[in-house]
């Protein structure tokens, strides 16, 4: 008789969170959201979610999207692991500025793909993790949907593309190599 695998389990600390996120601000004042995104089609395809005003909770976001097989918990509330799901910051955007987005890749090939008929399901036990964790009180939290304009869907496509993550990996390595004075390289 063989065992069944044993599923790690790792648990987000909410007090122990260093933000690299940007600085707090005028944003800091806003209701933090979760945006239930969905795609630019007559079904409401679900694409993913975007973590508006999350600067504290940039971690956890992270978390949600580990392809490490571990179970995630939030508060006292556990989430599977979907090697499906990736996440990243987005500076500025058609879709907003300073968000953390996780997208649903339903591409074949994938071990553990998230259900996308939970889609709506997964924004709400999210929430509930935050606030069962005291990250954020009721108050200070919404659970949206926002249909995607085609201008955001392509954008935000673009952006979890390989191709992009590539041309902007290159282009700031290149800046970053950049001749900055003449003079020294000239000694050289």
Not at 53 to 67: E, G, T
């Amino acid at each position: 008789m063989t065992k069944a695998p044993v599923e790690k389990k790792r648990k987000v600390n909410p007090i122990n969170i260093k933000s690299e996120s940007p600085q707090q601000n005028e944003d800091w004042k806003k209701r933090s959201k979760i945006i239930i995104l969905v795609g630019q089609d007559d079904q409401n395809t679900p694409w993913g979610y975007a973590f508006d005003n999350f600067y504290n909770a940039r971690n956890i976001i992270k978390a949600l999207s580990n392809k490490a097989g571990e179970t995630t918990a939030i508060g006292n509330v556990e989430f599977k692991p979907f090697d499906n799901l990736t996440t990243k910051w987005i500076k500025s955007s058609e879709l907003g500025k300073n968000l953390w987005v996780i997208r649903i890749d339903n591409s074949d090939g994938c071990e553990k793909k998230f259900p996308i008929e939970a889609h709506g399901a997964f924004a709400n036990k999210i929430a509930r993790g935050l606030i069962n964790g005291a990250v954020y009180k009721a108050s200070q939290l919404d659970v949206v949907t926002k249909k995607l304009s085609i201008e955001e869907q392509n954008e935000m496509d673009e952006r979890f593309s390989s191709s992009y993550e590539d041309y902007t990996n290159e282009v700031i390595f290149h800046e970053s190599i950049a001749v900055t004075d003449e003079a020294l390289e000239d000694l050289i």
